[in-house]
Every structure is written in structure tokens, then in C-alpha cells.
């Protein structure tokens, strides 16, 4: 039985830092609860942070924008 995240983030491709990137704590997150920061990479489907287990996926319909 697998474990389910304990919080779930969706984001906007406008959203990301890079093509596929965000990082983990965000700026929502409460300053009691950071941990250092890691970069997550979308690329290839929806993503757990290592340290709090909080998911990262895109928004239903969002595709990632093609790198030039």
C-alpha cells in the first residue's frame, strides 16, 4: 500500500523556474517547517520532495513550453 503525499502542489508552466524546474519548500510553505532547498524536475511527470514528501504536478491541460 502506497503512502499518499501529504500535501499536493499544481502548477502553471508559467509557474516553473525552468523548463520543467520548480523548487521545494515553497513560498507558501510556513517558515517553521523549511527544509533546504531542492529543485524538482517535471519533465517527466509528477514529483515528490525528498525531504517533506510534498507533491508537485502540473495543472490538468498545462504542457511544459518547448526549450529553444
Excluded at 22 to 51: E, F
Amino acid at each position: 500500500m502506497s503512502e499518499s503525499p501529504k500535501s499536493v502542489v499544481e502548477l502553471a508552466a508559467d509557474d516553473l523556474l525552468g523548463p520543467g524546474v520548480t523548487h521545494c519548500p515553497n513560498p507558501a510553505m510556513p517558515l517553521w517547517s523549511n527544509h533546504p532547498r531542492v529543485y524538482l524536475d517535471l519533465a517527466h511527470g509528477p514529483v515528490a520532495c525528498p525531504y517533506c514528501g510534498t507533491a508537485y504536478r502540473l495543472k490538468a491541460g498545462e504542457r511544459l513550453h518547448a526549450a529553444h
